[in-house]
């Protein structure tokens, strides 16, 4: 799977300044890797230990069975955490909290605060 990332001002098209994603550590891998040469600007996902990540009951899933799985499906989410991002902002799944709009933004401040 191809992902694009956010890139420094691109010198074909004169687009804005975003910022630039380099190597974003994750759970048992590396994620979203975009070597500096990367003229596309194109991540893919190097490895994953998604067990880590998730709770027992959870680990033989495949990917499309974990994004519809509670959130409370992952490592560390109590159900009265789940509860409290239903409540709040309508999330009941893994896969919609991982396409949340509030997540992903704050995902993304984040990655560039960190790449500084």
């Not at 994953?48 to 499906?73: C, F, G, I, M, R």
């Not at 893994?94 to 401040?109: D, H, K, Q, T, V």
């Amino acid at each position: 799977m191809r992902r694009i990332v956010p890139r420094q001002e691109n010198q074909r098209s004169g687009g804005p300044e975003i910022g630039r994603m380099s190597k974003v550590k994750g759970f048992g891998g590396t994620f979203g890797t975009t070597p500096d040469h990367d003229p596309e600007g194109v991540a893919m996902p190097v490895s994953a230990d998604l067990a880590k990540l998730l709770d027992k009951d959870y680990q033989d899933k495949s990917l499309e069975e974990l994004a519809n799985a509670p959130v409370a499906a992952l490592a560390g989410v109590s159900e009265r955490a789940a509860e409290h991002l239903k409540d709040a902002l309508g999330i009941k799944t893994i896969g919609e909290l991982g396409r949340s709009p509030y997540f992903r933004a704050a995902r993304a401040i984040a990655d560039l605060a960190d790449a500084k």
